[in-house]
């Protein structure tokens, strides 16, 4: 059964009840799947999945939150090569910030695509200001990346 990881970076738990409820959708496509609300680099690097999404919220100034700081450090700071991994990003902000609207989530697609990962798709931007529940706006992207993507295997 391959294997999808879940990459959580959340300040107030958002991002986590979004990746708790996509969950069962990738079990349901047939992938074993993790959250992982402490991420680290060695998650994604010594125990590869076959595919990863992050949800990630951004706070202060287009900030990382607390939690995802540490992975996002070492993967900057360690660089390993991501050629050959495959991810979907989920970013929640507040388009009320303007520039820094969804800053975390686009420093790390960039972050990942200069490491050589591939995302597949579109990125997902929510925004507090149009959508109070994030899970609104991403369950239904969750579903249609899904068979997009061709990402069914069960």
Known sequence: ?????????????????????????????????VVLEQ?????????RPDL??????????GDFPGNFVPFARALDEQSPSLVGLRYGLIAMGDSSYGDTFCGAGRRLDEMLEGLGATRLGER???????????????????????????????
Do not use: H, N, R
């Not at 991420?39 to 125990?47: K, R």
């Not at 990863?52 to 100034?61: A, I, M």
């Not at 997902?124 to 529940?133: Q, R, Y």
């Open 1 to 33: 059964m391959p294997m999808l990881k879940i990459f959580v970076g959340t300040m107030y738990g958002g991002a986590l009840d979004v990746a708790e409820q996509a969950a069962p959708l990738f079990k349901d496509a047939g992938y074993e799947t």
């Open 39 to 47: 991420p680290t680099l060695e998650d994604l690097t010594q125990e």
């Open 52 to 61: 990863v999404l992050f949800c990630v919220s951004t706070t202060g100034s």
């Open 124 to 154: 997902l931007e929510v925004d507090a200001m149009e959508t109070f529940m994030a899970d609104d706006a991403a369950l239904p992207w969750v579903e249609e990346w899904i068979e997009d993507q061709q990402l069914q295997v069960a």
